[in-house]
T-cell receptor
Framework: SQQGEEDPQALSIQEGENATMNCSYKTSINNLQWYRQNSGRGLVHLIL?????REKHSGRLRVTLDTSKKSSSLLITASRAADTASYFC???????????FGKGTRLHILP | GAVVSQHPSRVICKSGTSVKIECRSL??????MFWYRQFPKQSLMLMAT?????????EQGVEKDKFLINHASLTLSTLTVTSAHPEDSSFYIC?????????????FGNGTRLTVT
């Protein structure tokens, strides 16, 4: 399968804590993107990191990319109840010009 | 920001009928749109890549005669599920890129929940 693998599959933390999700993939990529999905809705783009970048920040989000290990992580700091959602990594593969999604992490922020 | 509108949001149809799902880019032109299918609590599976003015590229295992894709304009792509069966019940989501660069993020519609009875 070309899908990425994400861990954990599900994560429950207290509000205010940091949440870390990891993504591993198999093939060479041009970029890796993270998306968020609220239940029964479409996906919202969070952040894109290019293959020549190692770290990127956007507000409370921090993404790292290690192309040697074919892995990425998404850190959400100071979590809020509104962060409860599913988070997916997505890999762009230039050879095929398509974006393949990982299996996702279901994040639940406890009040 | 870039907005993708998908319609209908929910549809219930009888087995054997066909259902058309529309995906529109409201404030940008999308030469490429992507159609995904999602089962409950699972990831998105790419079904096909829709290119304006040309035939769609289907992923392995997706029946092109069953899932008809038409991308007749730069702002509209449609997915028609023909002769629907209960196993076609799923959440279908379209997406589009604002630019031709692969470093452009995808913008998603809100999805269509299809239930075939």
């Amino acid at each position: 399968s070309q899908q990425g693998e994400e861990d954990p599959q599900a994560l429950s933390i207290q509000e205010g804590e940091n949440a870390t999700m990891n993504c591993s993939y198999k093939t060479s990529i041009n970029n890796l993107q993270w998306y968020r999905q609220n239940s029964g809705r479409g996906l919202v783009h969070l952040i894109l990191i290019r293959s020549n970048e190692r770290e990127k920040h956007s507000g409370r989000l921090r993404v790292t990319l290690d192309t040697s290990k074919k892995s990425s992580s998404l850190l959400i700091t100071a979590s809020r109840a509104a962060d409860t959602a599913s988070y997916f990594c997505a890999m762009y593969m230039n050879r095929d010009d398509k974006i393949i999604f990982g299996k996702g992490t279901r994040l639940h922020i406890l009040p | 920001g870039a907005v993708v509108s998908q319609h209908p949001s929910r549809v219930i149809c009888k087995s054997g009928t066909s259902v058309k799902i529309e995906c529109r880019s409201l404030d940008f032109q999308a030469t490429t749109m992507f159609w995904y299918r999602q089962f409950p609590k699972q990831s998105l599976m790419l079904m096909a890549t829709s290119n304006e003015g040309s035939k769609a590229t289907y992923e392995q295992g997706v029946e092109k005669d069953k899932f008809l894709i038409n991308h007749a304009s730069l702002t509209l792509s449609t997915l028609t599920v023909t002769s629907a069966h209960p196993e076609d019940s799923s959440f279908y989501i379209c997406s589009a890129r604002t630019g031709i660069s692969y470093n452009s993020p995808l913008h998603f519609g809100n999805g269509t929940r299809l239930t075939v009875t």
